[in-house]
């Protein structure tokens, strides 16, 4: 039973236009969450975080949200690059949990066209 | 910069044969990871460790055995491979924290034949 799902498997954007990925989660114990992008061949790698007492986090070009109430959180690339186009994923944790409990959703391929 | 590295980029294995994948972190982390990554499931929790000896089931840790002698080194162990362990397999360390990120290995493309 899948704990966090990605449920759009990919997105295609035009380069200049917003990027708006998506997760949802079962747990309330949830109280962290990442997100990774993964280029093929490659390991994935961090890009932005976000943590409960917070509902908003910015980095450069990547916002993630999270709105705890709908226990839905999403990543805003603006504006969206050639670059970005990767596989994108998302990571669930609770601090209250043992380490083993991070749950990674199936992932995102966003492809972003010139 | 972190580095996490994988013994081997690609490898074939023939059905029923012994399979080693050695992962190896050089910042220090406590916790290592194995994941295995197949197209529409994304990343699957093979086996982690918190600590040298230690190591905990994840979610598929059927056909699977760890060994964490080091703690910079931690190996997956196929006793007996089978067509169904084909995939990517990903290592990955964090250090012990909360909010904290994990650090992944470029991946072993496994086949088994």
């Known amino acids: 039973d899948q704990q966090v799902k990605q449920n759009s498997p990919s997105l295609s954007v035009q380069e200049g236009r917003i990027s708006i990925l998506n997760c949802d989660y079962t747990?309330?114990?949830?109280?962290?969450f990442l997100w990774y992008k993964k280029y093929p061949a490659e390991g994935p790698t961090f890009l932005i975080s976000i943590s409960s007492i917070k509902d908003k986090n910015e980095d450069g070009r990547f916002t993630v949200f999270l709105n705890k109430s709908a226990k839905h959180l999403s990543l805003h690339i603006v504006p969206s690059q050639p670059g970005d186009s990767a596989v994108y994923f998302c990571?669930?944790?609770?601090?209250?949990?043992?380490?083993?409990?991070?749950?990674f959703g199936r992932g995102t391929q966003l492809t972003v066209w010139p | 910069d972190v580095k996490v590295t994988q013994s081997s980029r690609y490898l074939v294995k023939r059905t029923g044969e012994k399979v080693f994948l050695e992962c190896v972190q050089d910042?220090?982390?406590?916790?290592m990871f194995w994941y295995r990554q197949d197209p529409g499931l994304g990343l699957r929790l093979i086996y982690f460790s918190y600590d040298v000896k230690m190591k905990e089931k994840g979610d598929i840790p059927e056909g699977y055995s760890v060994s964490r002698e080091k703690k910079e080194r931690f190996s997956l162990i196929l006793e007996s491979a089978s067509t169904n362990q084909t995939s990517m397999y990903l290592c990955?360390?964090?250090?012990?924290?909360?909010?904290?990120?994990?650090?992944f290995g470029p991946g072993t493309r496994l086949t088994v034949t």
């Open positions: 990955a360390s964090s250090p012990t924290g909360g909010l904290v990120e994990q650090y």
């Open positions: 910042m220090d982390h406590e916790n």
């Open positions: 990571e669930a944790g609770g601090r209250g949990s043992t380490l083993g409990r991070l749950y």
């Open positions: 747990n309330s114990m949830f109280d962290y």
